[in-house]
Each structure stands twice: as structure tokens, then as C-alpha cells.
């Protein structure tokens, strides 16, 4: 079942603009997580928002959790060439095993 | 640095094969799982495993099964390879608990031939 939907699918800006990438989810959650895809490697977790907050800092990304819209933004500031990548949203199955359930992902190219 | 490695980065086999996919996690997380990507479908879950020796489904378990018999290594193994099995597999591992982020391994390419 697909808990998060991630819009827009593929996004191609220049070096220096800032990309922001939403995700939706379907039921309430408790937390949830932003990751990184490499292309053909692992993913590698970025960030994770708690229900309780409503935006949060890392660096270059900021995140913000919106509970009652149920969706969640990630914007990267000052892209770089590095920054090209597929983001992913996560969020815990409902049935609180440990389980995440991934969104379809955003793939991010930033253009030198 | 919590490591996860997964025994090969790309393997080509043929229909009918048995095949096996090793993850090995160094961090003596409780959960481990498997996943399998592709283009379109995004990661789906093919099984979860909480504990030593315990497994639970997960949305496409057909075709696959798994072993944990020591924490730190979780087996997928395929008993009869088919060519709709080509996929890019990762292995993750967490924590026990719904809040703690996963740890990706850095994915086998497998090709069914």
C-alpha cells in the first residue's frame, strides 16, 4: 500500500536555485523521514521530522511538516551538482513494527 | 560508522536457479529488512525480520524467502529464479522501535537471464 505520494516526479534546476520536493502520506504518523538515493546505490537517511514539530534544519535542507494537510516538504537551498540524487519520503507503517513505508521518490537533477 | 553490506553489488543468473543474497549489518540492530526497486514501484517491502529467527511478510513475499540465523545477517534467498525477479535488491536494518531510521545497504543488481 502506498502511504506516500511525492510530487513533483522529477525536477531539473540550475546550480545555485533551491528545489523543493512535497510528499503526502494517508494516516497519522509520528514521525517522518526524508532519504537520499544515489543513482544504483543505497538510500541514506536525511532527516526525520517528529509529529510534534512543525520544521527542521540540517544544513542545506530544510524540512517542514504540515500534520493537519498531512504532507511534508523538503527544500534544499543553494543546489549544487552533488545534490543529484532521488529523494525519498518515509513514514512508520500503521501497524508500528518498525516498518517504513516509502514514497515513489523525487529524482532531483541540478544542471553545472 | 554503522556499515550494512550486502554480499554482491551486481549477479546475473539464470531462470530456475537458486539464488541467495546475504546483508550483514555491524550496529546489532534488531530489524532487519529486504526491499526490491523499480522504476516506477518504488522500494516494496519482500520481508521483515524483528529478531533472530523471526520473519513477517511483506508485500511481495511470492517467490522469495528468508533466513536470520545470527542478528547481524539476514539471507533472501530466491528457490527458483525467474526473469520477473530482475530487480535492484536492498537490504536495510534499524533499531526495534517505529521511530528509528533504516540503514541501507548499497543494493545488488540482480539479472535473471
Known amino acids: 500500500s502506498q502511504q506516500g505520494e511525492e510530487d513533483p516526479q522529477a525536477l531539473s534546476i540550475q546550480e545555485g536555485e533551491n528545489a523543493t520536493m512535497n510528499c503526502s502520506y494517508k494516516t497519522s504518523i509520528n514521525n517522518l523521514q526524508w532519504y537520499r538515493q544515489n543513482s544504483g546505490r543505497g538510500l541514506v537517511h536525511l532527516i526525520l521530522i517528529r509529529s510534534n514539530e512543525r520544521e527542521k534544519h540540517s544544513g542545506r535542507l530544510r524540512v517542514t511538516l504540515d500534520t493537519s494537510k498531512k504532507s511534508s516538504s523538503l527544500l534544499i537551498t543553494a543546489s549544487r551538482a552533488a545534490d543529484t540524487a532521488s529523494y525519498f519520503c518515509a513514514t512508520p507503517s500503521p501497524s508500528n513494527t518498525g516498518k517504513l513505508i516509502f514514497g515513489q521518490g523525487t529524482t532531483l537533477q541540478v544542471k553545472p | 560508522d554503522v556499515k550494512v553490506t550486502q554480499s554482491s553489488r551486481y549477479l546475473v543468473k539464470r531462470t530456475g536457479e537458486k539464488v541467495f543474497l546475504e546483508c550483514v549489518q555491524d550496529?546489532?540492530?534488531?530489524?532487519m529488512f529486504w526491499y526490491r526497486q523499480d522504476p516506477g514501484l518504488g522500494l516494496r517491502l519482500i520481508y521483515f525480520s524483528y529478531d533472530v529467527k523471526m520473519k513477517e511478510k511483506g508485500d511481495i513475499p511470492e517467490g522469495y524467502s528468508v533466513s536470520r540465523e545470527k542478528k547481524e545477517r539476514f539471507s533472501l534467498i530466491l528457490e527458483s529464479a525467474s526473469t520477473n525477479q530482475t530487480s535492484m535488491y536492498l537490504c536495510a536494518s534499524s533499531f526495534r522501535g517505529h521511530t528509528n531510521e533504516q540503514f541501507f545497504g548499497p543494493g545488488t543488481r540482480l539479472t535473471v537471464l
Open positions: 550496529m546489532d540492530h534488531e530489524n
